[in-house]
């Protein structure tokens, strides 16, 4: 079985799964005196790998090698420099102070921007400036209110969120009483009863059942 690993972005692929620093430095054609990095996911700090050092290229987490050079890019117009050629959706959150609130996009030609997911790495080392930007994280519910299907678009819904959901406006008077009942939610109270000042999380496809009583 051929084990494939990546050095300063080029791919690579071989059936010995073991390997110098000097091997590797040879077969991307980098001079030997180049300090040679391997590229670990955090908390873990990059290893720089020394030219007679063994390499087990079927190890788990040894795949992506990289000589440093800074590369720039842009997070919400401000240019940055990374020392790495790939990097992570938790790196450039951390690198633009961004808000847990909101998403990392890519713009990628697009002007809607594409979703940079938990999972990805960004080559920095494609032609052209990479230019990311937040937003705030899009939702799109879909619940069953009172039996009728209905839209919502945040994380959370509060108690009178849902009676506005339901029945278009909250009567705030002194007579009129609200009781809510769900059920499909999110672990791990999937069920219950929301109460006045209260906010739950939400998840698509869940129930609500919103009465109004008259207290006179």
């Not at 069920?191 to 209260?198: R, Y």
Request: charged fraction near 30%; proline fraction near 5%.
């Amino acid at each position: 079985m051929k084990v494939q690993f990546y050095i300063d972005g080029r791919q690579f692929e071989t059936a010995e799964v073991y390997h110098t620093g000097k091997d590797l430095k040879m077969l991307a054609n980098i001079p030997l005196s180049t300090d040679l990095y391997l590229s670990l996911p955090r908390p873990y700090e990059d290893e720089i790998i020394h030219n007679e050092q063994q390499i087990d290229l079927s190890r788990p987490a040894t795949a992506y090698f990289y000589i440093r050079r800074p590369f720039e890019f842009v997070i919400n117009n401000t240019t940055c420099k990374w020392h790495k050629q790939y990097i992570s959706a938790e790196e450039l959150r951390k690198i633009g102070m961004i808000d847990p609130e909101q998403e990392v996009y890519i713009q990628a030609g697009q002007p809607a921007g594409e979703l940079v997911t938990n999972d990805v790495r960004i080559d920095l080392a494609q032609p052209g400036l990479e230019r990311f930007f937040s937003k705030k994280k899009e939702t799109d519910y879909t619940f069953i209110v009172n039996g009728r299907g209905k839209q919502w678009n945040k994380e959370r819904i509060s108690f009178d969120e849902a009676v506005v959901l339901a029945f278009g406006k909250l009567d705030q008077s002194q007579s009129r009483a609200y009781t809510i009942t769900y059920s499909r939610g999110m672990e791990p109270k999937p069920e219950g009863i929301m109460v006045k000042e209260n906010e739950i999380r939400v998840k698509d496809k869940m129930i609500f059942n919103v009465t109004a009583t008259d207290k006179s």
